[in-house]
């Protein structure tokens, strides 16, 4: 059996190593997607809209055929259990977005970005409960990826709460939030992305507090020097593009392994071409960068 014929056959009967590989491979593709300079033609039949069905047709048949021996939440005590079940519902996330973001405003589009609404929320939730149900959640973020995982959980509930006021989606941010926030005092990339996630939360006056929340810990001073308060909170540090990096309190041009990420919650997510450098720079949807991000390499390698 080929990998398209797995992608395509419900029916398919599968390892756990084969649900690795497809299952990285597929998340691969949905980021590709997202990145893909689309023209803004919004019509039915354009590449974009058949690249996003294909695309989300695939991960419906991969989370069809995953054996019972890698499905969550019955085996979340297993590693690869709980990394196949992240990596689909972090790809999820990823299309639905970038569908979402590009079908806001569009009569034609209503159908679609209500369906991605749904989507995003059932990817998040799930998330959830994965990263919330581990016995050792310490354990669990050694994984580069997982705190990836959960920040795009955490980003969905953040759009949801922020639209709909949906009280769950509030509480699951603040539970999401607390939690990085514990496991990024021995972790970097959780700290990261905690920074960031706390830099949206300030910003939208969701909680006013919450960068002075996370920025007392010795990891965010590594990530952004001591200084932190005077020139990060409030601020905007860069933008992408002929921007240079503060690291360590110190000015620098980023470095070919490292990166910034950073991760639109105001839904404008279209594409810039030649921006896909997924195996040196990891930038899962997001075109303006606020805080530093440690090495991107780690988390690539965690797939």
């Known amino acids: 059996?080929?990998?398209?014929?797995?992608?395509?056959?419900?029916?398919?009967?599968?390892?756990?190593?084969?649900?690795?590989?497809?299952?990285?491979?597929?998340?691969?593709?949905?980021?590709?997607?997202?990145?893909?300079?689309?023209?803004?033609?919004?019509?039915?039949?354009?590449?974009?809209?058949?690249?996003?069905?294909?695309?989300?047709n695939r991960l419906a048949v991969l989370f069809m055929v995953l054996p019972d021996s890698v499905r969550c939440p019955e085996n979340i005590d297993k590693h690869d259990a709980v990394f196949i079940n992240l990596a689909l519902h972090t790809a999820s996330i990823c299309i639905h977005?970038?569908?979402?973001?590009r079908g806001k405003g569009a009569p034609q589009h209503a159908a679609q970005a209500e369906g991605a609404a749904v989507r995003l929320l059932t990817a998040a939730n799930e998330i959830f409960a994965i990263v919330k149900g581990?016995?050792?959640?310490?354990?669990?973020?050694?994984?580069?990826?997982?705190?990836?995982?959960?920040?795009m959980a955490a980003l969905v509930f953040f759009d949801d709460f922020a639209h709909f006021h949906a009280r769950q989606s509030e509480q699951?941010?603040?539970?999401?939030?607390?939690?990085?926030?514990?496991?990024?005092?021995?972790?970097?990339?959780?700290?990261?992305?905690?920074?960031?996630?706390?830099?949206?939360?300030?910003?939208?006056?969701?909680d006013p507090h919450a960068l002075e929340?996370?920025?007392?810990?010795?990891?965010y001073r590594?990530?952004?020097?001591?200084?932190?308060?005077?020139?990060?909170?409030?601020?905007?540090?860069?933008?992408?593009?002929?921007?240079?990096h503060l690291h360590d309190g110190h000015a620098q041009r980023p470095h070919r392994h490292s990166t910034l990420l950073s991760i639109s919650t105001e839904g404008d997510l279209k594409s810039r071409p030649n921006q896909l450098q997924l195996l040196n720079n990891f930038h899962p949807l997001n075109y303006s960068c606020e805080y530093p991000l440690v090495s991107s390499s780690r988390v690539w390698a965690a797939m």
């Open 172 to 206: 699951r941010l603040g539970e999401l939030m607390d939690l990085m926030v514990v496991i990024a005092n021995e972790n970097l990339v959780t700290a990261s992305l905690a920074l960031q996630l706390a830099g949206h939360l300030k910003k939208t006056g969701i």
């Open 97 to 101: 977005r970038v569908g979402a973001a």
């Open 134 to 151: 581990v016995t050792d959640p310490q354990r669990l973020f050694s994984n580069p990826f997982v705190a990836f995982a959960s920040f």
């Open 1 to 56: 059996m080929t990998l398209q014929q797995a992608l395509g056959d419900p029916t398919a009967q599968l390892s756990p190593f084969a649900c690795r590989v497809l299952t990285s491979y597929i998340f691969y593709a949905c980021l590709e997607h997202s990145f893909t300079g689309y023209p803004d033609d919004d019509a039915q039949g354009t590449e974009f809209w058949k690249n996003q069905h294909n695309l989300d």
């Open 222 to 244: 590594r990530l952004t020097g001591n200084d932190f308060n005077r020139r990060y909170v409030g601020k905007t540090p860069c933008r992408q593009g002929g921007s240079r």
């Open 213 to 219: 929340k996370v920025s007392s810990s010795s990891p």
